[in-house]
């Protein structure tokens, strides 16, 4: 056990490669998780903002003259 630990004096290079190479695969596991957690969280606050704008749209403003007892204005 004791050789196969020194890999014939490469033991230095060896066992960083392979640290590295399990680095490496565990960030390529996880990136596409973390990718999809901030796309959905990106689109669920789209989506709330495009929400706010038709209900801020279809309710009556005092800026525009209506809902205050005014009717539409004219053009």
């Given amino acids: 056990m004791q050789s ?3 890999m014939g004096g ?6 960083p490669a392979y640290g590295v190479f ?4 565990l960030i390529d596991w996880l990136a ?5 957690r901030r796309l959905l969280r990106e689109l669920r606050a789209r989506m709330a903002r495009q ?4 209900e801020r ?5 005092p800026l525009r ?3 205050w007892g005014e009717g539409p204005r004219l053009p």
């Fill in 22 to 25: 399990f680095i490496v695969l």
């Fill in 57 to 61: 749209a279809s309710s009556p403003s």
């Fill in 10 to 15: 490469y033991a230095v290079y060896v066992w």
């Fill in 4 to 6: 196969f630990l020194a």
């Fill in 32 to 36: 596409p998780q973390f990718r999809r």
């Fill in 51 to 54: 929400g706010a704008r038709k």
């Fill in 65 to 67: 003259g209506e809902g």
